[in-house]
């Protein structure tokens, strides 16, 4: 049987095209002609993806996208709490990348987990005369100030790239005379049309320099895995690791929340890779799977119906042990996740929901939403591909209003017309919503706090969508609407 086609009362595809082309006048005919294809109408039983993706942001159209730097730094290299990860180039942009995210790690700072700030600095000389010697002396400094980190990354930002600096070269001699992994990660800000490309060439960096230079200390069971695409924002890599081993799998690396280069490097020995991301990691699954033969699965672990839907698939790639542990866990949750929804769906039933994040939560969290009884009438991503899309209109509601790489102009429009009850979006557009009156939710790190994943994390959910609907302060604030 096919999936249930779900539906919003009051929305049509021919109101929400109305209100696309509404919102596209605002525009001059080139930029209204650019546009229009990355907005639309969901078709939940649409074969290809229903608005385009992964194209160059409209100059002068305000986007909320962030560069390949933020996406190597922020997203894949920096949560590796073992290494020390070097920004080349000017303060600014590294002293951005630094606690932009909460990827949490264990362990003490500066001795096994290096939660610092570490730049080259570049000055106008440096632009001139180049910074390889400038790196060549701060990765000495940095081995000599921190000599239990197991390995280096140095992450070169937009001018390295423009005046030609060879990091690649640097980073080869420096390996030989510190006798420690430096990579290279040629991540200069301007490549490609957002940070997707630079998880891409993070995940090629990792293959080429990192995966198979390790094994792992401990015996190779049936039951080893990784997880990959997690980045432990609020602690959503422990509630996952936690709930994986009540199943009784071994989660042997993390990619890259809380995660240790020394276990990403062994992960070619892992029975199969789960993936939560699968924008930002689905490169090295594939590689894996091509190279060393290691099956790859998505799952999903925000709220109680997707959790016991992932669960099920995952345990079908195993044997019954690991499928009566699934069902065990799954009867023990149901009745601590029942209790939630009965507290909290009350107060939210029927309420509605607007997302735009990044690459994963715009399809991923609105089966959790659904379990709290709200509706999400518009969904979108701001540096998605195609895939993505395909991935998340048999997710929303029919004829609710996809977008892609949205400007902020189109999410007002939108937002006037759909009357949300609460936005899920990202810290540049926290302040326009809530100063419209509108409740607001970062769903790019969780508005600090978290887990939400897994079983541990949906209570918070709950309570801090609870918290964000429902304030009494939203009374003193009416929306322009």
């Known amino acids: 049987m096919g999936r249930e086609v779900k539906k919003v009362e009051g929305i049509t595809k021919e109101s929400t095209q109305q209100m696309i082309d509404e919102a596209l006048q605002a525009y001059p005919e080139k930029g209204k002609k650019k546009r229009a294809p990355h907005l639309a109408p969901n078709d939940p039983a649409g074969a290809s993806a229903c608005v ?21 730094k922020g997203v894949v290299w920096g949560p590796i709490r073992d290494m020390v990860h070097v920004s080349h180039g000017p303060v600014g942009c590294g002293w951005y990348s630094w606690g932009t995210r909460r990827n949490l ?18 000055q106008e000389k440096d632009i001139v005369y180049g910074g390889d010697k400038k790196l060549a002396v701060l990765l000495k400094e940095a081995k000599e100030l921190f000599p239990l980190a197991k390995g280096i990354s140095v992450l070169s930002e937009c001018p390295v790239g423009l005046i030609g600096d060879d990091i690649n070269a640097v980073a080869k001699k420096m390996t030989k005379e510190l006798e420690l992994p430096v990579i290279p990660c040629n991540c200069e800000g301007f490549r490609g049309v957002s ?108 709220g109680p119906t997707k959790i016991r839907e992932s669960l099920r698939k995952i345990a079908e790639r195993f044997d019954d042990r690991i499928r009566e542990n699934v069902e065990k866990v799954i009867a023990k949750y149901d009745v601590q996740m029942k209790a939630v929804v009965d507290q909290y769906r009350p107060r939210l039933e029927g309420k509605k929901v607007m997302l735009y994040v990044g690459g994963l939560r715009p399809r991923h969290t609105v089966g959790a939403y659904e379990d709290l009884g709200m509706v999400v009438v518009g969904s979108g991503y701001e540096f998605a591909h195609g895939d993505d899309y395909e991935r998340t209109m048999p997710e929303m509601p029919e004829a609710t209003v996809i977008y892609d790489d949205a400007s902020e102009h189109e999410l007002e429009r939108f937002v006037h017309q759909l009357k949300p009850d609460l936005i899920g979006s990202g810290i540049k557009e926290k302040y326009v919503f809530q100063k419209m009156g509108l409740p607001f939710r970062q769903m790019h790190s969780w508005d600090y706090s978290g887990p939400y994943h897994a079983y541990q994390g949906f209570p918070i959910f709950a309570r801090d969508i609870d918290m964000a609907v429902n304030s009494p302060t939203w009374k003193l604030v009416k929306p322009p609407f």
């Open 52 to 72: 385009r993706s992964n194209r160059k942001t409209v100059p002068g159209v305000m986007s909320a996208r962030g560069c390949a730097y933020a996406g190597a």
């Open 105 to 122: 790690m264990s362990g003490k700072n500066g001795v096994t987990n290096f939660a610092m700030q570490f730049t080259s600095d570049f």
């Open 195 to 302: 940070q997707s490309l630079g998880h891409h060439i993070s995940n090629d960096t990792i293959r080429d320099y990192i995966i198979e230079t390790r094994t792992f200390a401990e015996p190779a069971g049936p039951y080893d895995i990784a997880l990959i695409g997690d980045y432990n924002i609020g602690g959503d890599v422990w509630s996952a690791k936690a709930l994986l081993s009540e199943i009784g799998l071994n989660v042997k690396a993390t990619w890259t929340g809380d995660g240790e280069m020394e276990r990403i490097a062994a992960t070619h020995e892992v029975k199969l890779n789960l993936i939560h991301c699968y924008r930002s990691m689905n490169y090295m699954c594939k590689v894996m799977e091509e190279k060393y033969g290691i099956p790859w699965l998505e799952f999903n672990f925000f």
